[in-house]
Nanobody, 124 residues
Framework: QVQLVESGGGLVQAGGSLRLSCAAS????????MGWFRQAPGKEREFVAT????????DYTDSVKGRFTISRDNAKNTLYLEMNSLKVEETAVYYC?????????????????WGQGTQVTVSS
């Protein structure tokens, strides 16, 4: 079973940037698609971005397209999320997740392993 640990969250002003990392251990993530999700207080967990096993294919929720970039370094067993032009409404706990297939998915139900999350707070 893979263990996922997110880092890089914090407090940032609106318009600022953060880079989240997700370090995997226990097994290699290279054969598997990965994703980022977020959950704000009182709201359901929502899809942010997903990346195929090779890293060649990505997909984003519409609200972050052009501002967020998902990437992976399979040699380092690490997933990343670069977030630019952050908005106050994007304050949430951000989670990384791993599938057991190589194809991307925007559904949380398709992910079997989750990290504990990292808090991102965007102030006005």
């Amino acid at each position: 079973q893979v263990q996922l640990v997110e880092s890089g969250g914090g407090l940032v002003q609106a318009g600022g940037s953060l880079r989240l990392s997700c370090a995997a251990s226990g097994r290699t993530i290279s054969p598997y698609a990965m994703g980022w999700f977020r959950q704000a207080p009182g709201k359901e967990r929502e899809f942010v971005a997903t990346i195929s096993a090779s890293g060649g294919l990505t997909d984003y929720t519409d609200s972050v397209k052009g501002r967020f970039t998902i990437s992976r370094d399979n040699a380092k067993n690490t997933l990343y999320l670069e977030m630019n032009s952050l908005k106050v409404e994007e304050t949430a706990v951000y989670y990384c997740a791993s599938r057991t297939y190589g194809t991307r998915s925007a559904s949380p139900r398709d992910y079997g392993a989750w990290g504990q999350g990292t808090q991102v707070t965007v102030s006005s």
